[in-house]
């Protein structure tokens, strides 16, 4: 495929002050969030949950990407369209997972590499096929007593770079998740510190393997307080941490950065995008969220297909108070109709 092509898709997905949903929760964790509602996750009830968010009218106005899990990307809506073409019909751009999970790095105590590069040419064809065009392998990085180790962050950057280059080759657009946890017990300075080494090495590695720069999105941690950490850092430190470390780090060719939520309130993810927005930077400054953009859906739902209008009523504001977000717009007063 033409580099021009993966250019495209990589802007339209932020454009206009859209950004993604995360919804390719593996197995495991779609039933460990489906057990905090009291639902069973079966087949069928996965589906119902994810065809109630990708049928939510309007949503395409804040959502231009959404992540599948390879189970998601084989099903299709109550009418027997298949999710992928669902998205693709209202303009949102179907991606799908592809790493397979996060392992111990032998040799290195409680640090972890992302498997999946194995046989990983031959799956990124199929998902093509089935209709995706971009893709999401995340790298997890956790901070700790003397770690992470740079065998660690390098073996990780190493994955997302061999990632990368593959992605692009199949016609896909790779979303590069290094994520930093944000659930130790560390100060924003530390994170800010891990942040940038684990930037420069998975930019080093991507530019060593190939990987055209503009073909491709970043999903970065925010630069916060650990949730441990009894300080923590207000919206406005977080937003000129987070600026100065990516102008730092990231080369302005990246046309878009998406933050994941890591275990932040639907709030506090919204406040801090909005906040990092008002600081601003070269790349579209977007949202890559998945429990930042669903937990109060979710609890909406219920497990109830009745209350499926109401989970779509209150995903379509999340979505919308994150693109308000993007540009710098939102308010707390804005949240105040659908908490009440
Ligand atoms: P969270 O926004 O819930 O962190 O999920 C985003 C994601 O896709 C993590 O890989």
Redesign the pocket.
């Known amino acids: 495929m033409a580099a021009q092509e993966l250019h495209e898709i990589a802007r339209a997905i932020v454009a206009g002050h859209k950004g993604i949903l995360?919804a390719?929760e593996s197995s495991g964790t779609i039933k460990k969030r489906f057990d905090a509602i009291g639902v069973e996750s079966t087949e069928e009830s996965r589906r119902f949950y994810r065809g109630l968010l990708f049928t939510t009218s309007g949503m395409e106005e804040s959502i231009g990407g959404v992540?599948l899990y390879d189970e998601t990307i084989r099903q299709s809506a109550d009418d027997g369209t298949p999710f992928a073409e669902v998205l693709a019909s209202k303009g949102v751009v179907p991606g799908i997972k592809v790493d397979t999970g996060a392992q111990d790095l032998a040799g290195f105590p409680g640090e972890k590499v992302t498997e999946g590069l194995d046989g990983l040419r031959a799956r990124l064809g199929e998902y093509r096929e089935l209709g995706a065009r971009f893709a999401?392998w995340?790298a997890v990085i956790t901070i700790g007593d003397s770690i992470p180790t740079v065998a660690c962050i390098r073996a990780n950057a190493h994955a997302l770079a061999r990632y990368a280059a593959l992605c692009q080759e199949a016609g896909l657009v790779p979303i590069v998740?290094p994520?930093v946890l944000m659930d130790a017990d560390n100060t924003i300075e530390r994170c800010y510190d891990v942040t940038a080494r684990t930037l420069k090495w998975t930019f080093h590695e991507l530019v060593v393997q190939g990987v055209d720069l503009r073909g491709t999105l970043l999903k970065p941690n925010m630069v916060i307080s650990g949730k441990g950490c009894p300080e923590q850092a207000p919206a406005e430190r977080i937003a000129e941490l987070t600026i100065d470390c990516f102008l730092r780090h990231v080369p302005a060719a990246v046309p878009g950065i998406v933050f994941?939520?890591?275990?932040q309130s639907e709030v506090e993810a919204t406040e801090n995008l909005n906040a990092i927005n008002r600081v601003g930077g070269p790349w579209p400054l977007s949202f890559?969220?998945?429990?930042?953009l669903q937990a109060s859906a979710l609890k909406a739902w219920a497990g109830d297909k009745a209350n499926a209008e109401a989970a779509q009523t209150v995903f379509a504001h999340r979505a919308r108070m994150n693109s308000l977000a993007v540009g710098g717009e939102w308010s707390a007063e804005l949240e105040q109709p659908v908490a009440a």
Not at 288 to 292: F, P
């Open positions: 995360a390719d992540i999401k995340r998740e994520e994941l939520s890591g275990g890559s969220y998945g429990r930042a």
